[in-house]
């Protein structure tokens, strides 16, 4: 312990450390997934068969885990179908990781901007927080959709469906790893709202 503070400050302090060491780990799956379903939609065959396969993959898991065990077996095979997403990764080419990682960071870097303009809306007038929050998350996918356009070289409308998927895997691995006991409800509350 430091010296000078006191075990309720470092107490405090322990769930903040928690979410920041589960929102890097995530940062840093998450672009493989990115990686990943950038992959899968360029060299797939359509976005219907696309969204039908991931779909049927995540069902098929999910029923099958909590008809053989209940929530903590749908967790697991969750995180498994999570790691057998960014199976595709390996096949994102090279050159192009530096430009997503970076690009990605980047975006994150100007939502951290939109946060306190989020939060000071809400402090002054309750109801424009929602809209301000709206706005921030719309600008922010368009701009990930049109940078990861340029990227991965495919269409926008698959770039979204990506985001969609990546926003989707995150979700879900947040879910089942607080459901294996991993992550705290604060952590787990934290991380959805960050």
Known sequence: ????????????????????FWD???TAIGFLWLGSFLTYLKEGRGWRYSLRLMGGMAVSAAAAALLTGGWRHASIAACLLGLCAAAFAVRFPRGQWLSLVSFMLGINVIALAFFPIEWASGLMLEKAWMPTTIVAGIWMLLAAGLGLRE?????????????????IWQAIAILALHRLGLISKFAMTALFYA
């Open 151 to 167: 990227i991965a070289g495919i269409r926008l409308a698959r770039v979204f469906l990506a985001l969609i998927f990546l926003n």
């Open 24 to 26: 890097t780990a995530l």
């Open 1 to 20: 312990m430091p010296p000078g503070a006191d075990s309720a400050t470092v107490l405090a302090a322990t769930p903040w450390i928690e979410v920041a």
